[in-house]
Structures are given as structure tokens and as C-alpha cells.
């Protein structure tokens, strides 16, 4: 009596990456209400810069207040029927903001910009214009697990990990485009411009699309610096081309200035079809007239844009240093990063056995024995066992202290049962010897002894 959609597994609701979520959600650590409680990692937020934002609402009441700098109210402006375009002062407010992340070095037409409810919006929209049910885009691996649902469950669309990449003609699929995420979500990296480069190479030569989801593109907080996809069309004087038609990007608040909740999403695409047709499908999931006008008088402040993102770099920078020298202290090392929420931790050496089993089997102790929500790699379709994804801005500093402490605890466990394990190995095995010794042996040991005491 149900559609297939409703019948269909392909959400990928039951990932670990989603179960480890379930499992937090039955559980949540409290420093004071539950103090045993599972610790959450595995969500990728940005909450070290709210007292900033924060501030700037005290200073600037009339924002909230829905009144203009006239203090005139435009409430009823804002509750009543706005079209599916969304506001021209928001839409200009957002590409200058995403022009200044990028240093000033490419600049957004505002009329190539669709709003979307969130980044997951904006992909899903972006798959429905470029491929048809069945189609494939390719994804390099380890990805986002959410792509798995972000992408394929209601479009019908294909992912090959790009490791995988004679998957498609296994499978007769058309391949349509590339997907990447720069800065990678989970390795924390950002794309260099030689990897820029032969990604626009590898796509013009193959006459297909280019997504690039660019929502860490203000977390980059070392270097090497964040460079745009729109910075090496312009460079290669592909900016007015059909291949510029093929480039689109992702881009959303969400991460840069840790507002979730409010679901602002974009498409930017050099395509008029792809932005009409993206702007017909906004309709089914817009953002409201009131953050838009709120979010437009804050990112319209440039010294509150230019402080906002100098400090908020400098805050998760610090923040990194200290969960992968709290690592470090467990003997736990992580890939070299620049970006991002999350560091890429490498637990190979905590495994049981070099497979997708032993993750399995660590991911659950460190889930319900540490207490700590972390994403094994292979939910991200990582092709070696034994790497994590591990968030550190979701959080305060004393939490993710108490996090370490108790890493450091689990770790210093393993290594002592290992080594009691190992002796009593080592105990068993001399015994065996022992047992399979004749007795003249012992006798003659037994008189060596005497005449050792003899002689004394």
C-alpha cells in the first residue's frame, strides 16, 4: 500500500555513523546530570565563536527586532509571501562574504546564487538538475557518510568511489560528474591547486560536471591557505566557457559561522538553466524571509565579518592542537590537517585484527565502554581499517579534556591486558616445554643444584 521510497533501504539510516548518534542520544554526557554518559564526537558543529555572534546581537538589537536602522518595523514585510528568489539584500550580503573567505581573489554574481534549506538541500537539489535516475557521480573516498543519503535516496543518482572507478563500466553506469568537498570532510584538508587543476582537466576532457562543496571553506585555520574552484577558472581563463557551465558549487553557513539551525544553503552555478531550474526546486525547502533578513544585516557588517573570521580560525586552530596532542598522549597519532571540525585519527595499531571487523569491534568498545561517539572509516568508505573520524569544536574545552582522560584510560587498559595477555602466553608455552621435558632432566637439575650448594 506504500511507495518503494518508503519501503526502500537505500536512506542509510542503519551506517554506523547514524547508529553511533542513536547510541549518544540514549546517552548524553552532562558534566553534572550524566557524568558517565557518551561524549559526542562525531558531529561535525562549530561552537567555539557564538559569544561573538552573541555579541553582536547586543549590540545591534534592532536586527532581532525586525526594525531598520529608522527603527520602523518591518515585521509585516517579512511575515508575508516572498517569492522563491529570495532577498536581494541577503543574497548580496552572501557572496560578498563568501568573496572575502576566498581573500578577495574571485567575486559571486548574486543572480548565479539559489538559496537552499542547508547544504544537504543545495547537493540534493544540485543532483537532481545534472543527473538523471541511474546516473553516476564520482566521489574520492573517504567521503561524508551523509553523502550516501544526501545524494542518492530521493534522485535515484549513483555514487562510485573513485577508488572503485572501474565500477562503472562493471555496472554499464553513465558517469554525469565529480563530487568533491573541499575541505575534505573527513581528512580536515584542503584541495591544492595542482589537485584543483586536474580535476577541471579530468572533467573538460571528459565533458561531465564538477560539484564542489566548499561549507569549510572559512575553517581552513593554517596553511596551506583555502583555494576556490572558482579561483582556478579564472586563472585557466575559463571563467565565460562551457566548462565554467559545468562548475558548480555548495556552499552554506552551517560551518563557517556554526548556524546549523538556521538552514542556510546556496547553490552558484554559471549554468542559467541549472539556477532556474534549482530556484523552481527551492521552493520545497526555503529559507525563511526572517534569518534572511537577520543574516543579511549581520554578514553587511565587514568589521564584524573580518574580526568574526580572523578570531574564529584562531579559536579552531587552537582547539585542533589540542585533541591531537591529547592523542598524542595515548600514543594515538592523526593525519596532518589544516581545516575543518574533525581531525583524521589513525587506531590501526588498537586493532584487533587489520580488518573492517576489527574497526567494528574497537568503534563499539569506544563507543559503550569510553563513552565516546566517534565515525569509523569505513562508514566514511575508507579503504583501510583502523582510521576515525573525531570532531573537536562541539564541545567545550573541559569536555573534550574529560574525552582525552578518558582515551588516555581505555589505551593504558588495552596496553595492560596485552601485556598480561602476552605473559600469560609466555607462561603457558614454558609450561608446555616444562611437561615435555624427561625426567632425567629435572634430576640432573636437581643435582646441579646440590652441587652448586655444595660448593658454596
Not at 569544536?393 to 573534550?400: G, I, K, P, R, V
Not at 588495552?414 to 624427561?438: E, F, G, W, Y
Request: aromatic share 10%; glycine share 6%.
Amino acid at each position: 500500500m506504500l511507495s518503494g521510497k518508503v519501503t526502500c533501504n537505500s536512506h542509510g539510516q542503519d551506517s554506523s555513523y547514524f547508529l553511533g548518534w542513536e547510541e549518544y542520544e540514549k546517552n548524553p554526557y552532562d558534566e553534572f546530570k550524566n557524568p558517565n554518559g557518551i561524549i559526542q564526537m562525531g558531529l561535525a558543529e562549530n561552537q567555539l565563536s557564538f559569544d561573538l555572534l552573541q555579541s553582536w546581537l547586543e549590540k545591534n538589537p534592532q536586527a532581532m527586532a525586525f526594525r531598520n536602522y529608522n527603527n520602523q518595523s518591518i515585521f509585516k514585510n517579512l511575515a508575508l509571501f516572498q517569492d522563491y528568489h529570495g532577498l536581494p539584500a541577503f543574497k548580496n550580503a552572501l557572496v560578498k562574504f563568501m568573496s572575502e573567505i576566498r581573500g578577495g581573489s574571485v567575486s559571486f554574481n548574486p543572480n548565479n546564487l539559489v538559496l537552499t534549506a542547508g547544504a544537504t538541500s543545495a547537493n540534493e537539489t544540485l543532483m537532481f538538475c545534472l543527473a538523471n535516475p541511474g546516473d553516476a557521480f564520482l566521489l574520492p573516498t573517504p567521503y561524508y557518510p551523509g553523502f550516501d543519503r544526501d545524494l542518492k535516496w530521493r534522485t535515484g543518482a549513483e555514487i562510485v568511489p573513485i577508488q572503485c572507478s572501474s565500477l562503472n563500466e562493471k555496472q554499464n553506469l553513465k558517469v554525469k560528474g565529480v563530487l568533491v568537498r573541499n575541505t575534505s570532510n573527513p581528512l580536515g584538508t584542503s584541495l591544492s591547486l595542482h589537485e584543483l587543476d586536474l580535476l577541471v582537466n579530468f572533467i573538460s576532457s571528459r565533458n561531465i560536471h564538477l560539484v564542489s562543496d566548499e561549507i569549510y571553506s572559512g575553517t581552513v585555520f593554517s596553511s596551506p591557505s583555502f583555494i576556490s574552484i572558482m579561483e582556478v577558472l579564472k586563472n585557466k581563463n575559463l571563467t565565460n566557457t562551457d566548462i565554467a557551465k559545468r562548475v558548480h558549487i555548495v556552499y552554506s553557513l552551517s560551518k563557517d559561522l556554526g548556524l546549523p539551525g538556521f538552514r542556510i544553503g546556496a547553490i552558484y552555478s554559471n549554468d542559467e538553466r541549472v539556477v532556474s531550474a534549482a530556484t523552481k526546486m527551492s521552493s520545497f525547502g526555503l529559507v525563511s524571509s526572517q534569518t534572511q533578513h537577520l543574516l543579511s544585516e549581520i554578514l553587511s557588517d565587514q568589521n564584524f565579518t573580518k574580526t568574526y573570521l580572523s578570531e574564529n580560525r584562531r579559536r579552531l586552530k587552537e582547539r585542533h592542537e589540542m585533541l591531537v596532542s591529547g592523542l598524542k598522549k595515548s600514543g594515538i597519532g592523526c593525519l596532518p590537517s589544516n581545516s575543518g571540525l574533525f581531525c583524521w585519527v589513525d587506531m590501526r595499531h588498537l586493532l584487533s585484527s587489520n580488518t573492517f571487523e576489527g574497526e567494528m569491534e574497537l568503534w563499539k568498545m569506544i563507543v559503550y565502554q569510553v563513552g565516546l561517539n566517534i565515525s569509523p572509516g569505513s562508514s566514511c568508505h575508507c579503504s583501510e581499517p583502523g582510521w576515525f573520524r573525531a570532531c573537536f569544536a562541539n564541545m567545550s574545552e573541559q569536555t573534550l579534556d574529560h574525552a582525552m582522560q578518558r582515551v588516555k584510560s581505555f589505551v593504558d587498559s588495552m596496553a595492560k591486558q596485552n601485556n598480561q595477555s602476552r605473559h600469560q602466553k609466555l607462561m603457558n608455552r614454558n609450561s608446555r616445554r616444562t611437561k615435555s621435558l624427561p625426567k632425567w632432566v629435572f634430576e640432573l637439575s636437581f643435582h646441579q643444584q646440590e652441587i652448586v650448594a655444595n660448593e658454596r
